[in-house]
């Protein structure tokens, strides 16, 4: 089994940021990737460099408005404060305004939440994260039947033109966006303790690849709005979205249902391939506590993705630096070893 992964992963070093009421450390830390890596070198994976692409199936899942932005904002911000450290919104968009006479404060205000910061090499992190995924997709189509993208930052919650929640580029629907090559139809199942939001806005209106959020209920835990089992889709993309989400704190049992339903739904919809955005936040370890899947847990999920047949690209999303995570990845990547 091969795995990508791009050293420009290892820039993108915001400073504190504000969240849940204090100044925290920026979550996506680099010990946190490091301890991926290590973990996929556990289990015995082949590690390859990501090679760097072209825009071109990038911006077929982002508008070149978004793609612009992400790239400039910090040099155009550096023309209005001097030697910036960091860009951040300062407006909340409260009506859109029909202009195309914008500052890069007012862009920010339409394209980033508070929790999203942009520093000089935010662009040059992103990219190589969506080139991890797109390298990943190639070893899927040209035979493999498992790869696995070490992405940083993570992508499951960058809807097509808004940074959210450290996420900036979608890097799990560039991925199947790409698989649509080669595959008829492409599934995206995610889990996480946080509802996949952007993967499911991007595709909300598609019936070419079918959306499936296994996460902790938004009700009362974030992202709070989307997430709900009544979301499935509306016009071509009617009944191709589906969620499922479960009580917080749920233990094995909940989850593994979870995705044995999933897997079912994924079955009776015939697609060819499976995108996994992995968070691996859903161990009992996690600060976050929004599930408690044991270390058994997360290895029987592994084994009945594994068992389902399709061929299966795993691209990391969330999880917290934990003492426990590379070993929990090792174990989770090895059902896939073959």
């Known amino acids: 089994m091969k795995a990508a992964f791009n050293a420009r992963q290892l820039g993108h070093r915001p400073p504190d940021i504000y969240m849940d009421g204090q100044m925290i450390a920026y979550p996506d830390s680099i010990e946190r990737t490091k301890a991926l890596l290590k973990g996929a070198q556990l289990s015995g994976l082949t590690l390859y460099a990501a090679k760097s692409s072209n825009e071109d199936i990038i911006g077929k899942v982002h508008p070149a408005h978004y793609l612009n932005f992400i790239k400039s904002a910090f040099d155009d911000f550096s023309q209005i404060v001097d030697e910036p ?135 009362g835990f974030f992202p709070y709005f989307s997430g709900h089992e009544t979301e499935k889709g509306e016009g071509e993309g009617a009944g191709f979205n589906l969620n499922i989400p479960l009580p917080r704190q749920g233990e094995d049992t909940f989850w593994l249902a979870a995705v044995e339903q999933a897997l079912n739904n994924i079955g009776k919809k015939q697609c060819d391939v499976i995108v996994l955005s992995l968070g691996l936040d859903i161990h009992e370890s996690d600060p976050v506590k929004g599930a408690a899947v044991s270390s058994e847990g997360l290895i029987q999920i592994a084994r009945m993705i594994a068992e389902f047949g399709t061929p299966v690209l795993i691209v990391q999303e969330e999880a917290s630096m934990t003492p426990f995570l590379s070993e929990n990845l090792a174990d989770f990547l090895y059902e896939f070893v073959e």
């Open 85 to 219: 450290e960091v860009f951040l919104p300062a407006l909340r968009l409260l009506k859109a305004i029909k202009t195309s006479d914008y500052n890069v404060i007012t862009k920010a205000s339409m394209h980033m939440n508070g929790i999203c910061p942009i520093v000089k090499d935010t662009w040059l992190t992103a990219k190589a994260s969506a080139d991890t995924a797109l390298t990943a997709a190639r070893f899927i189509i040209d035979g493999d039947k498992y790869s696995y993208a070490i992405c940083r930052p993570p992508g499951h919650m960058a809807y097509a033109d808004i940074a959210f929640h450290f996420c900036y580029l979608n890097n799990a629907a560039i991925a199947a966006q790409r698989l649509l090559e080669k595959f008829n139809k492409v599934a995206i199942l995610d889990i996480g303790v946080h509802h996949g939001s952007g993967t499911q806005a991007i595709f909300f209106n598609r019936d070419d690849v079918y959306t499936v959020s296994i996460h902790t209920n938004p009700v």
